[in-house]
């Protein structure tokens, strides 16, 4: 974890229940789950705080209790693009643990983030204890590789605008109905954006003027609103 963030004493109930709705740790039960938040620490982390670096030692896995993060790989000529989204009750950290390698990517807060973190020897003293727990590992693996695969997919039969769509609803998501299909971007960027889809930052410029122009979006400053869900979601392919 970063050495600027203080850990502070979490209600062990908050952190359970999320940890609650991620089908890893459903298995084990109200009690495991419970036993297993007091083997962790939660922090918390301000907006653009970097919360893992790339080469770090895998020594953890990660769940956002609140907040959003992006996956963030850079060149070792410094280029950086962004990888992925995560929000609440999102896993992060699987990879380094399976070989013990470096973290293949950053993690950085794009909102003000908590975050539980259950250290590589406990997690693995729980699916020893709980067999289950190995077998929802495998399949939270699995989910991952179909992810990927589905953004191939969407590379070779989707137009910039339609990803572009669909990634606009995938983020509102990942922050929340509570406000209504809002995508907000503070620390997240047109040019994190093309990233994500396979383009350029003024390719999605235009795409977004476009969505706008025909009624679909509104964008002010950082935020774009979703006005017409449905026709996003058929413009996304969903």
Not at 17 to 28: D, I, K, Q
Not at 33 to 56: C, E
Not at 100 to 119: G, N, Q
Request: hydrophobic share 50%; net charge positive.
């Amino acid at each position: 974890m970063s050495a600027s963030s203080g850990a502070v004493p979490h209600d062990v109930q908050a952190v359970a229940a999320v940890l609650a709705e991620v089908p890893l740790f459903r298995v084990l039960g109200e009690a495991g789950i419970v036993s297993t938040v007091r083997a962790g620490v939660a922090r918390r982390y301000r907006n653009g705080q970097i919360i893992l670096h790339q080469g770090d030692p895998g020594e953890s896995l990660y769940v956002l209790l609140d907040g959003l993060v992006k996956v963030v790989f850079t060149t070792e000529h410094g280029d950086e693009i962004v990888l992925n989204m995560l929000g609440r009750a999102e896993t992060f950290g699987e990879m380094a643990l399976l070989d013990d390698s470096p973290r293949s990517a950053s993690i950085i807060a794009v909102r003000p983030c908590w975050i539980f973190a259950l250290p590589r020897a406990r997690l693995l003293e729980l699916m020893r204890e709980h067999p289950g727990l190995a077998d929802e590992f495998l399949r939270m693996l699995g989910q991952m590789v179909r992810r990927l695969t589905g953004q191939a997919a969407d590379l070779a039969f989707l137009d910039l605008g339609g990803r572009l769509a669909k990634l606009l609803l995938q983020l509102s998501v990942k922050r929340g109905q509570a406000q209504g299909p809002v995508v907000d971007m503070p620390g997240l960027t047109q040019s994190d954006l093309a990233a994500l889809i396979g383009a350029s930052r003024p390719a999605v410029n235009r795409a977004l003027q476009s969505l706008a122009a025909r009624g679909l979006i509104a964008v002010k400053g950082r935020t774009i609103t979703l006005l017409d869900v449905e026709a996003l979601r058929k413009r996304g392919g969903l």
